[in-house]
């Protein structure tokens, strides 16, 4: 017999509990149990009126947005009618059948306001770290560093050259990033070559291969125990400025988290000298990181690593035997130049192989060759092998960021807006991976999950 749907309504009154529809596997519940919003109000506090309407939670909307970036929804206005009608989404955002989601414009309104000035979502993100490193998936042992490569939300085509004023806005029809792009440029920051009058802060960059675009770099500093994200910092899609952030995230997670790492790992764009020093001679951190190095030849003649180094001569000695002095002058690129006699070379056997074509033979050596010196003896050993494998682990939370958090193209603008949502989906992928980590028992560190 076929059945039929009863159209009329039953009972006038229903007895509804969220939290029983809501499944026990749900990712939303794994996550429900790390987070702690507890201190949110204190620390924004200050930047709320004591009078006045009641504002909406701040708690409910960084709920909202974490439900955004952990579950992949990219669009504000999309997220709040999900929240409508997802039942598991009211239960996360503590939100009853009856009770209003709030319009997608309170949250920017939120950002450019209150947010920004309290660093809010800096406070969420460390808040999670903290949580992370209570629940023993921080180690502090060995962090890895690396940078990745995020389209901003800017035309390509609409770009000036540095030097061509005739298409920028005027100052009162100017937007908020060409405002924080300006204020930059007062403070001592050098313009790009191209600049876009979407937002200029973001750099013109084919690092990805093809087509050039406007972009900015995400550099995470992880723990390569468990692959949690101990720092974030936004920059221009710029190499000098993914390097810098280096020094800037480990300092910060010392000083938030009283956490240094032993080992630092990197690619070749961390092996700089000047960097390489400042972890051996500052901070005391073993670089597992390849050292930048250019001194080999590739023409047949003789390399700077066939010269023999005399420390306590403070001289380099050829394979002939000759005697390479520098006069201590140390050059705008921080290094000595070590040259041998003329009439030394003059009579050389060795000289088509060492200096054809000059009169003698020159090797420049950085000041900080020590540190250098460093890094090429800690390659040799098997943890720096290991390391080479633990590095992954950062572009497999960049993979995981692009692909299912989809965050391959910026919807905010400018330095700032790049800040937040870089924030905003790290604290995402450590409360995802810490959520299952937790659900699944105690974890093996050092062995990769996937969130």
């Given at each position: 017999?076929?059945?039929?749907q009863d159209e009329g309504q039953d009972q006038l009154f229903y007895r509804f509990n969220l939290d029983e529809l809501v499944p026990q596997n749900h990712l939303l519940r794994h996550i429900d149990r790390v987070l702690d919003l507890s201190g949110l109000r204190a620390h924004l506090a200050p930047y709320y009126s004591t009078i006045g309407r009641p504002s909406v939670d701040p708690e409910l909307m960084i709920r909202m947005l974490l439900i955004g970036y952990c579950l992949g929804i990219r669009s504000e206005r999309r997220l709040c009618e999900e929240v409508q009608l997802n039942l598991a989404y009211r239960w996360f955002c503590r939100l009853s059948l009856e009770d209003t989601v709030p319009d997608h414009s309170t949250f920017s309104k939120a950002r450019h306001g209150r947010f920004r000035e309290s660093d809010a979502l800096r406070y969420v993100f460390e808040q999670v770290v903290e949580r992370c490193i209570e629940e023993h998936l921080v180690g502090g042992s060995g962090f890895a560093i690396d940078a990745s490569v995020v389209r901003a939300d800017a035309n390509r085509y609409r770009a000036l050259n540095r030097d061509n004023d005739?298409?920028?806005?005027?100052?009162?029809?100017?937007?908020?990033?060409?405002?924080?792009?300006?204020?930059?440029?007062?403070?001592?920051?050098?313009?790009?070559?191209?600049?876009?009058?979407?937002?200029?802060?973001?750099r013109w960059t084919a690092a990805p291969g093809g087509p050039a675009f406007f972009a900015y770099s995400t550099n995470y500093l992880i723990d390569v125990d468990?692959?949690?994200?101990?720092?974030?910092?936004?920059?221009?899609a710029f190499k000098t400025d993914e390097v810098n952030?280096?020094?800037?995230?480990?300092?910060?997670?010392e000083s938030r988290f009283a956490m240094k790492p032993e080992r630092l790992i990197g690619d070749t764009a961390y092996g700089t000298a000047e960097l390489l020093s400042w972890m051996v001679d500052e901070k005391g951190i073993e670089p597992h990181v390849p050292v930048w190095d250019k001194s080999a030849r590739t023409d047949g003649s003789l390399s700077r690593s066939d010269f023999t180094w005399d420390e306590q001569a403070n001289v380099y000695r050829c394979p002939g035997g000759k005697t390479l002095r520098?006069?201590?002058?140390?050059?705008?690129?921080?290094?000595?130049?070590?040259?041998?006699?003329?009439r030394e070379c003059a009579g050389c056997a060795l000289k088509s192989k060492c200096c054809p074509n000059?009169?003698?033979?020159?090797?420049?050596?950085?000041?900080?060759?020590?540190?250098?010196?460093?890094?090429?003896?800690?390659?040799?050993?098997?943890?720096?092998?290991?390391s080479r494998r633990d590095r992954k682990k950062v572009e497999m939370l960049?993979?995981?960021?692009?692909?299912?958090?989809?965050?391959?193209?910026?919807r905010l603008r400018g330095i700032t807006g790049a800040n937040d949502e870089f924030l905003l989906a790290a604290a995402a992928q450590n409360l995802r991976r810490m959520a299952l980590w937790l659900s699944r028992g105690p974890p093996h560190l050092g062995v990769s999950v996937s969130v």
């Open positions: 017999m076929m059945g039929r005739d298409g920028w806005p005027t100052p009162n029809r100017s937007t908020r990033p060409v405002r924080e792009y300006l204020d930059a440029l007062d403070d001592g920051v050098k313009p790009a070559k191209r600049i876009s009058t979407t937002d200029p802060a973001a468990a692959g949690i994200i101990v720092d974030v910092e936004p920059t221009p952030a280096t020094k800037t995230m480990i300092d910060r997670v520098t006069t201590g002058r140390v050059t705008r690129d921080k290094t000595l130049i070590y040259r041998s006699k003329n000059t009169p003698q033979r020159k090797i420049t050596r950085s000041v900080y060759e020590a540190a250098r010196e460093v890094a090429r003896r800690i390659a040799e050993t098997p943890a720096y092998q290991q960049f993979g995981h960021m692009k692909r299912i958090l989809k965050l391959d193209r910026l």
